[in-house]
């Protein structure tokens, strides 16, 4: 069993950056695939990123490619998302999650993941 705990959301004006964290315990994430995901409010959950904990192959959405990026600390057994240029269609609750079938690549399902956070918010002002 793994327990995911999210980390560092909060108020930013459009333009700043947040980092979040996404610390494991229970195991390491070893061969895992981690995700996050958004909620927005009246939305539908949505991928943003996920990166593969053994050898780092990361996949992005379109809407965040080139202003967010996802990395990892193995020592730490901590994954992060750094998101630069926030914009207010940022704005949501993100998600940390974890998928432990081993693939060639990271899913953007959120059914392909069996371990989830409880979301910290993230809030973009104009």
């Known amino acids: 069993q793994v327990q995911l705990v999210e980390s560092g959301g909060g108020l930013v004006q459009a333009g700043g950056s947040l980092r979040l964290s996404c610390q494991a315990s229970?195991?390491?994430?070893?061969?895992?695939?981690i995700g996050w995901f958004r909620q927005a409010p009246g939305k539908e959950r949505e991928f943003v990123a996920a990166?593969?904990?053994?050898?780092?192959?990361?996949v992005y959405a379109d809407s965040v490619k080139g202003r967010f990026t996802i990395s990892r600390d193995n020592a730490k057994n901590t994954m992060y998302l750094q998101m630069n240029s926030l914009k207010p269609e940022d704005t949501a609750v993100y998600y940390c999650?974890?998928?432990?079938?081993?693939?060639?690549?990271?899913?953007?399902?959120?059914?392909?993941?069996?371990?989830w956070g409880q979301g910290t918010q993230v809030t973009v002002s104009s």
């Open positions: 229970g195991r390491t994430f070893g061969t895992y695939i």
């Open positions: 999650a974890a998928d432990r079938t081993q693939k060639v690549v990271p899913e953007t399902r959120q059914g392909a993941y069996d371990y």
């Open positions: 990166i593969k904990w053994s050898g780092g192959y990361t």
